[in-house]
Nanobody, 127 residues
Framework: VQLVESGGGLAQPGGSLRLSCAASGFTFHSYDMGWYRQAPGKECELVAT????????NYQDSVKGRFTISRDNAKNTVYLQMNSLKPEDTAVYYC?????????????????????WGQGTQVTVSS
């Protein structure tokens, strides 16, 4: 399993970024996917999920209306479009397979949820 996240960077409050995650080593189209984020000193958050067909999405309340998750099964890639960014969105963002029931919070480290992680992509929102 390989997960390669990209697209992070520095954005101003109110700005936008689009994250990508290229997956390989497993049957991508057979799995729900999600984006997690981990900020220093904060618990792991699952911010968005998408089902195998891309027809059903779920979002953490704090990002609803601002973030959009999508996937391209032909390219084995999942995306996260982030608009109206806020300083509290600053974190390292990771994609991964998600299983129902989806993670609802409480862990100090996202890495406890799976043996397979990419390097993540840093998103920093600051003026």
């Amino acid at each position: 399993v390989q997960l390669v996240e990209s697209g992070g960077g520095l954005a101003q409050p109110g700005g936008s970024l689009r994250l990508s995650c290229a997956a390989s080593g497993f049957t991508f189209h057979s799995y729900d996917m999600g984006w997690y984020r981990q900020a220093p000193g904060k618990e792991c958050e699952l911010v968005a999920t998408i089902n195998t067909a891309g027809s059903r999405t779920n979002y953490q309340d704090s990002v609803k209306g601002r973030f959009t998750i999508s996937r391209d099964n032909a390219k084995n890639t999942v995306y996260l479009q982030m608009n109206s960014l806020k300083p509290e969105d600053t974190a390292v963002y990771y994609c991964n397979v998600v299983h129902r029931p989806y993670y609802s919070g409480g862990l100090s480290d996202c890495k406890l949820l799976s043996d397979y992680w990419g390097q993540g992509t840093q998103v920093t929102v600051s003026s």
